[in-house]
């Protein structure tokens, strides 16, 4: 099992330029979670999707961020007309339907120049 | 919304010394799920405990943690802690009203321990 997979796992991009992250969740899992991390704010979810379904993106930017899952295994944030603020690490987790645990990817770590 | 309240910043300890991180939560549904987790530098978050069941202590890998309820705590402790401990620890709820649901974090606990 090769666990969560995201790509890219770096990422710079100028301010105003889009960025697309991806994530490979574990086979089997059927829920799949987006997270931002940053030295200031921790840990802040963002989205997350049950059998492709978006189920809650109460802590997407609204503007700016979007996220898709278009099968059952990947799943796409895109953040359009980056800014500096949005550099973070962002972090992909899965889990089984009815399964209370998270299992998180690598990260994608994004720089906005 | 909920939220998480965690020991602030930085603890540091000596080699051999008890660890005990501090969590507290607040929220409005009567049956949240209560996480550890533990990133260790440049990697990504990974469980260490967890727990739903009120007053009931649950151990993994020498932590232990006990749901409090009744003083909506979920404290993370340790009774000697090694140099491999060294990492970030978040405490981080669910608040159970979906079968699997997003996470609420903590902003992190670093505990650096050592020689």
């Known amino acids: 099992n090769a666990g969560v997979i995201q790509t890219p796992r770096h990422k710079v991009t100028g301010k105003g330029q889009e960025a697309t992250l991806w994530c490979e969740p574990i086979?089997?899992?059927?829920?799949v979670f987006w997270y931002r991390q940053t030295i200031v704010q921790g840990l802040e979810f963002l989205t997350y999707?049950?059998?492709?379904?978006?189920?809650?993106d109460s802590g997407m930017p609204k503007e700016r961020f979007s996220a898709q899952m278009p099968n059952q295994s990947h799943s796409t944030l895109k953040i359009q007309s980056t800014q500096p603020q949005d550099s973070a690490v962002y972090l992909c987790?899965?889990?089984?339907?009815?399964?209370?645990?998270?299992?998180f990817g690598p990260g994608t770590r994004l720089l906005v120049l | 919304g909920d939220s998480v309240t965690q020991t602030e910043g930085l603890v540091t300890l000596t080699e051999g010394l008890p660890v005990m991180l501090n969590c507290t939560y607040q929220?409005?549904?009567?049956?949240?799920?209560l996480f550890w987790y533990v990133q260790h530098l440049n990697e990504s978050p990974r469980l260490l405990l967890k727990?739903?069941?009120?007053?009931k202590r649950t151990e993994h890998q020498g932590f232990h943690a006990t749901l409090h309820k009744s003083s909506s705590s979920f404290h993370l402790q340790k009774s000697s802690a090694q140099l491999s401990d060294s990492a970030l620890y978040y405490c981080?709820?669910?608040?159970?009203?979906?079968?699997?649901?997003?996470?609420?974090f903590g902003r992190g606990t670093r505990l650096q321990v050592y020689a």
């Open positions: 727990s739903f069941t009120d007053n």
């Open positions: 086979s089997g899992h059927s829920a």
């Open positions: 999707f049950r059998n492709q379904a978006p189920i809650d």
């Open positions: 987790a899965s889990s089984h339907w009815g399964g209370d645990t998270q299992y």
């Open positions: 981080a709820l669910s608040d159970g009203t979906q079968v699997v649901g997003q996470l609420t």
């Open positions: 929220t409005i549904y009567s049956n949240p799920f």
